[in-house]
């Protein structure tokens, strides 16, 4: 049975250029980048490479890139450290209600320090939650369970027009290396993002500080990424997510070839009566979330995993909870219980596609339906 | 709806007869800049330049910090192009500026008509352009005095051009109209600043960066390329000798008396650079000397190590305060560059007292206890060339 795997949203297979670079990196220049001899010259001019591809790849500049150890790492420091900066500044916070829990848990431990935290539930909320006094406004671009593509430039005309001193924090987990996102164009002070989600090694990540912008750090004890992440870097990691970013296929083409296989999923799925699509169209096509109405999430999810197909139920990081974020949609609970995610990466085909469908029907034929 | 790049021109323009001379430096330095973004038609009529892309795909932010470095633009602005016809015109406005005229409250329009076979007058395009603007953005209203837009209409030979307010340009006069000097650059904070505003004057540049392994590292010498290729943005392709110095350095500390080791440092460095200038077509060396900064930079110490070389030196940061000299360098982003801690061959073997007011002659009587001859010539000869672009 081949092994089919469809949930490149949690995370994906480490492409085969950043896995030789990573043995390079831990056999060769294994030397602390840090250290002031030549092999650890060495390590930091792999690192400084690094830096240059992502910042090359955003557009920004080199000293505006600092490496993290993923996306919810990324987010604590955006989050916590904007807020500590600009304190003194206001006392209120906006973001949505449908954030990734690193930055919805975040915002949750800010309210228990008694900063106000206002969640949107639509981008019309805006210009009235974004007050002077208000000093981060912090949204992802593409949601992680549906697909939906936030209006950016939008936000940061509505910052602009209200004259606060927030700091526009964009977490683009989801978005990174699948839309076009260039920070400077857009007006985005902090950028996060994730190496494992574009095949890349899990244990790295991105954080795209605006020069000018100030965050203060969540750790201390040391001079690397200019103190705002201190620690040791793991190159192996940081040159592995590098080689991911530069063997990243061309973003127009590889949209196209989302949307052939999206529209193909959506077709297919479209016949079975049960089936709910609960993304829509204009949501990226790297992610389609259904629901298979009177089949439980986990019950569908381990049927097909013992066809060799992997897909996740709702969203990866909700596991056990109810979605927040289908809730924030106002989908029923049934249609909650029984919703999944589909995520698409260059390694699949439309015969993966043939393969759950026949599967999905298989199951909604055979499995005990509940009321 | 078609964007370009419209440039007007700096102090170019109060040149006599050598004018086209400036002009055609201006735009070979702008053709070779812009042909790494992508591909264009540049142009120069009535003295002002147009950049128009090849490819509508072009990123025009991109173009725009390109232009921005190019010494001897005035300022510029982006614009959008259309046919000389009033409705075409008003119908592009409000297209093109829709995104301008959503943060600001008021605005007016000007109208330049060069081209007098356009039916309307000035007055007439203001007021045509203005009206349809208002109609349309009912949010913003006209304020002739204190407009925090200012919309100009051109009807120029080739088409109408609408733009909204200027953008500053890097000034200066193009680079290579004035000759070609040597910068000495160390990798702190003056040196870049010191090559960045000698090329604003038209300058070439050629740089010359001293070594001393062990005492320095390899990091300290990627650090000075780093730093010229921020400088390069503005100033074109360079040529970089780093030169092998830790010979002369052991020398000098071996047989020379301690405070007068950074003066006589110099003065090698300024000799070495100098022979590296004449090799390579320079008239002139620049340094980052600003008077009374350090004990080297006092104007004894300056007298003794000018003369050591009979070129002229220029130093452009001799007036300035480290506070100016900064402000400067984080415009031109080498400051946190700059920063960087590794050690240079100007921090080796620093005396504990160095002498203030070194008296020339005792220096070069220090001096000549050395081989000073053999020393410049082994330094010379172990250059290594790194082309920084």
Redesign the interface.
């Given at each position: 049975m081949k092994e089919i795997y469809l949930d490149n949203s949690a995370t994906t297979k480490v492409c085969q250029q950043a896995v030789e670079k990573m043995i390079e990196i831990m056999t060769e220049h294994y030397g602390n980048p840090s250290s002031?001899h030549?092999k650890g010259?060495e390590a930091?001019k792999e690192l400084e490479a690094v830096r240059k591809t992502v910042a090359d790849f955003l557009?920004a500049?080199k000293?505006e890139i600092y490496f993290t150890s993923g996306g919810t790492e990324g987010n604590n420091t955006a989050v916590f450290g904007a807020v500590g900066a600009l304190k003194r500044r206001g006392n209120r916070i906006v973001t949505t209600s449908m954030e990734h829990s690193s930055v919805i848990e975040s915002m949750q431990k800010l309210e228990k320090d008694g900063f106000e935290v206002i969640y949107i539930n639509s981008f019309d909320e805006l210009a009235n939650a974004v007050t002077k006094d208000t000093i981060l406004v912090s949204t992802m671009a593409v949601n992680n369970e549906t697909g939906f593509i936030n209006p950016i430039e939008k936000v940061r005309?509505i910052i602009?027009?209200t004259n606060s001193p927030a700091l526009f924090h964009v977490d683009a987990v989801q978005a990174f290396g699948k839309i076009p996102l260039k920070p400077?164009?857009l007006g985005i002070d902090i950028l996060t993002a994730s190496s494992h989600k574009i095949h890349g090694p899990k244990g790295a990540g991105i954080l795209y500080l605006r020069k000018g912008a100030r965050i203060i750090p969540l750790h201390y004890g040391g001079e690397q990424e200019k103190k705002i992440r201190p620690g040791t870097e793991p190159l192996p990691n940081i040159c592995g997510m590098g080689e991911a970013v530069k063997n990243l296929p061309d973003m127009n083409k590889e949209l196209q070839f989302m949307h052939e296989l999206n529209t193909y999923c959506r077709e297919k799925l479209k016949d079975i009566s049960n089936v709910h699509i609960n993304s829509n169209e204009n949501c990226l096509p790297y992610i389609i979330n259904f629901s298979v109405e009177g089949i439980k999430s986990e019950t569908m999810l381990h049927y097909l995993e013992e066809k060799n197909i992997y897909i996740s139920s709702g969203s990866a990081c909700a596991k056990g909870k109810k979605s927040h974020v289908l809730t924030a949609m106002g989908l029923s609970d049934n249609l909650i219980n029984s919703a999944l995610r589909v995520s698409f990466s260059r390694y699949n085909s439309k015969s993966d596609i043939d393969e759950l469908v026949k599967a999905v029907i298989n199951a909604n034929n055979t499995l005990a339906k509940i009321k | 709806m078609k964007e370009i790049i419209l440039i007007k021109l700096g102090e170019i323009v109060l040149k006599g007869l050598n004018r086209k001379n400036f002009e055609d430096a201006l735009m070979r330095n702008l053709k070779r800049r812009l042909a790494k973004i992508g591909e264009f038609h540049v142009q120069i009529a009535q003295s002002t330049i147009s950049i128009s892309p090849v490819h509508d795909d072009t990123?025009f932010?991109?173009v725009e910090d390109c232009v921005s470095k190019v010494f001897g633009i005035a300022a510029f602005s982006r614009a959008c192009v259309t046919e000389k016809d009033i409705d075409k015109i008003k119908q592009a406005a409000v297209e093109y500026l829709a995104d301008t005229f959503?943060?600001p409250k008021t605005f007016k329009v000007e109208a330049k008509r060069s081209d007098k076979k356009f039916p309307y007058k000035s007055p007439e395009i203001c007021e045509e352009v203005g009206g349809y603007l208002s109609d349309n953005f009912p949010n913003i209203s006209v304020d002739v005095h204190n407009p925090d837009v200012t919309v100009t209409v051109e009807i120029r030979d080739f088409g109408a051009y609408i733009r909204a307010g200027l953008i500053r340009g890097a000034g200066g006069i193009p680079v290579g109209t004035g000759g070609k000097a040597c910068v000495l650059i160390s990798g702190g904070i003056d040196s870049p600043v010191a090559s960045y505003m000698m090329a604003k004057r038209g300058l070439e540049l050629t740089a010359v960066h001293f070594a001393s392994p062990p005492y320095t590292?390899?990091?300290a010498e990627e650090k000075v390329i780093e730093l010229l290729q921020r400088v390069a943005k503005y100033s074109g392709r360079m040529k970089m000798f780093t030169v092998p110095f830790t010979e002369i350095q052991e020398q000098i500390r071996e047989k020379c008396k301690e405070d007068y080791f950074t003066i006589i440092m110099r003065r090698f460095m300024m000799e070495i650079a100098e022979e590296i200038a004449r090799k390579n077509g320079c008239h002139a060396l620049i340094t980052g000397e600003s008077l009374g900064q350090v004990a080297s930079q006092t104007l004894n110490a300056i007298e003794c190590t000018d003369n050591a070389c009979n070129m002229p030196v220029f130093r452009p940061l001799i007036g300035m305060d480290k506070e100016e000299i900064i402000s400067v360098s984080r415009k031109i982003?080498t400051f946190?560059v700059s920063i960087q801690p590794y050690e240079d061959c100007c921090t080796v073997f620093t005396p504990k007292h160095p002498k203030t007011k070194p008296v020339l002659s005792e220096v070069i009587a220090e001096q000549n206890k050395l081989d000073c001859k053999g020393l410049i010539q082994r330094a010379v000869e172990g250059v290594k060339l790194t082309n920084i672009e």
């Amino acid at each position: 049975m081949k092994e089919i795997y469809l949930d490149n949203s949690a995370t994906t297979k480490v492409c085969q250029q950043a896995v030789e670079k990573m043995i390079e990196i831990m056999t060769e220049h294994y030397g602390n980048p840090s250290s002031l001899h030549k092999k650890g010259y060495e390590a930091q001019k792999e690192l400084e490479a690094v830096r240059k591809t992502v910042a090359d790849f955003l557009s920004a500049e080199k000293e505006e890139i600092y490496f993290t150890s993923g996306g919810t790492e990324g987010n604590n420091t955006a989050v916590f450290g904007a807020v500590g900066a600009l304190k003194r500044r206001g006392n209120r916070i906006v973001t949505t209600s449908m954030e990734h829990s690193s930055v919805i848990e975040s915002m949750q431990k800010l309210e228990k320090d008694g900063f106000e935290v206002i969640y949107i539930n639509s981008f019309d909320e805006l210009a009235n939650a974004v007050t002077k006094d208000t000093i981060l406004v912090s949204t992802m671009a593409v949601n992680n369970e549906t697909g939906f593509i936030n209006p950016i430039e939008k936000v940061r005309k509505i910052i602009d027009k209200t004259n606060s001193p927030a700091l526009f924090h964009v977490d683009a987990v989801q978005a990174f290396g699948k839309i076009p996102l260039k920070p400077k164009k857009l007006g985005i002070d902090i950028l996060t993002a994730s190496s494992h989600k574009i095949h890349g090694p899990k244990g790295a990540g991105i954080l795209y500080l605006r020069k000018g912008a100030r965050i203060i750090p969540l750790h201390y004890g040391g001079e690397q990424e200019k103190k705002i992440r201190p620690g040791t870097e793991p190159l192996p990691n940081i040159c592995g997510m590098g080689e991911a970013v530069k063997n990243l296929p061309d973003m127009n083409k590889e949209l196209q070839f989302m949307h052939e296989l999206n529209t193909y999923c959506r077709e297919k799925l479209k016949d079975i009566s049960n089936v709910h699509i609960n993304s829509n169209e204009n949501c990226l096509p790297y992610i389609i979330n259904f629901s298979v109405e009177g089949i439980k999430s986990e019950t569908m999810l381990h049927y097909l995993e013992e066809k060799n197909i992997y897909i996740s139920s709702g969203s990866a990081c909700a596991k056990g909870k109810k979605s927040h974020v289908l809730t924030a949609m106002g989908l029923s609970d049934n249609l909650i219980n029984s919703a999944l995610r589909v995520s698409f990466s260059r390694y699949n085909s439309k015969s993966d596609i043939d393969e759950l469908v026949k599967a999905v029907i298989n199951a909604n034929n055979t499995l005990a339906k509940i009321k | 709806m078609k964007e370009i790049i419209l440039i007007k021109l700096g102090e170019i323009v109060l040149k006599g007869l050598n004018r086209k001379n400036f002009e055609d430096a201006l735009m070979r330095n702008l053709k070779r800049r812009l042909a790494k973004i992508g591909e264009f038609h540049v142009q120069i009529a009535q003295s002002t330049i147009s950049i128009s892309p090849v490819h509508d795909d072009t990123d025009f932010d991109e173009v725009e910090d390109c232009v921005s470095k190019v010494f001897g633009i005035a300022a510029f602005s982006r614009a959008c192009v259309t046919e000389k016809d009033i409705d075409k015109i008003k119908q592009a406005a409000v297209e093109y500026l829709a995104d301008t005229f959503d943060t600001p409250k008021t605005f007016k329009v000007e109208a330049k008509r060069s081209d007098k076979k356009f039916p309307y007058k000035s007055p007439e395009i203001c007021e045509e352009v203005g009206g349809y603007l208002s109609d349309n953005f009912p949010n913003i209203s006209v304020d002739v005095h204190n407009p925090d837009v200012t919309v100009t209409v051109e009807i120029r030979d080739f088409g109408a051009y609408i733009r909204a307010g200027l953008i500053r340009g890097a000034g200066g006069i193009p680079v290579g109209t004035g000759g070609k000097a040597c910068v000495l650059i160390s990798g702190g904070i003056d040196s870049p600043v010191a090559s960045y505003m000698m090329a604003k004057r038209g300058l070439e540049l050629t740089a010359v960066h001293f070594a001393s392994p062990p005492y320095t590292s390899i990091r300290a010498e990627e650090k000075v390329i780093e730093l010229l290729q921020r400088v390069a943005k503005y100033s074109g392709r360079m040529k970089m000798f780093t030169v092998p110095f830790t010979e002369i350095q052991e020398q000098i500390r071996e047989k020379c008396k301690e405070d007068y080791f950074t003066i006589i440092m110099r003065r090698f460095m300024m000799e070495i650079a100098e022979e590296i200038a004449r090799k390579n077509g320079c008239h002139a060396l620049i340094t980052g000397e600003s008077l009374g900064q350090v004990a080297s930079q006092t104007l004894n110490a300056i007298e003794c190590t000018d003369n050591a070389c009979n070129m002229p030196v220029f130093r452009p940061l001799i007036g300035m305060d480290k506070e100016e000299i900064i402000s400067v360098s984080r415009k031109i982003d080498t400051f946190e560059v700059s920063i960087q801690p590794y050690e240079d061959c100007c921090t080796v073997f620093t005396p504990k007292h160095p002498k203030t007011k070194p008296v020339l002659s005792e220096v070069i009587a220090e001096q000549n206890k050395l081989d000073c001859k053999g020393l410049i010539q082994r330094a010379v000869e172990g250059v290594k060339l790194t082309n920084i672009e």
